[in-house]
């Protein structure tokens, strides 16, 4: 016995689907294979810019520590810079100096007096720019540094 809603030739035999019907099931078959690629990519995409992301971020306290310990090796008060790597981070920062200022004056017993201090306190701006192949981005924040 013939499928119901199929054409059958004269001797009864199931000819298939008409072309038609192979047409329309490949284009709805196209269309979800190209919706799932680009659902694919896209969140592969994300995933990439994420990691990049985390990557810089983890990198930030390391790249402070080690600014830090530039600026605090400066000797006179000048605008400073510098550049490097760290893993695969690059990054350059320049620092510019804010104020210089010096201890709150403290009294002095045996002199009676309020003894002063010549300045020893700099405060900088910092400026880091840290890129991971065509992924930057930028902080400012503000570093103080001193001298004995």
Do not use: C
């Not at 896209?42 to 830090?68: C, D, F, Y």
């Not at 400073?80 to 403290?106: C, D, F, N, S």
């Amino acid at each position: 016995m013939p499928l119901p809603n199929r054409k059958t030739n004269r001797l009864g035999v199931n000819r298939g689907f008409t072309l038609l019907e192979v047409l329309i099931a490949s284009m709805i078959l196209f269309l979800f294979i190209t919706m799932a690629s680009q659902a694919f990519s896209q969140s592969a995409q994300t995933s990439r810019k994420a990691e990049r992301a985390v990557k810089v971020a983890a990198m930030v306290p390391l790249l402070v520590e080690t600014i830090r310990g530039q600026i605090m090796a400066v000797d006179t008060p000048q605008n400073v810079g510098g550049e490097g790597q760290m893993l695969e981070v690059q990054y350059h920062w320049q620092a510019t100096l804010i104020h210089r200022k010096p201890p709150a004056a403290r009294f002095d017993p045996s002199a009676m007096e309020f003894k002063t201090y010549e300045d020893r306190f700099n405060l900088w701006s910092v400026e880091v720019v840290v890129s991971i192949g065509t992924y930057q981005r930028s902080w400012l924040y503000e570093e103080i540094s001193w001298f004995k």
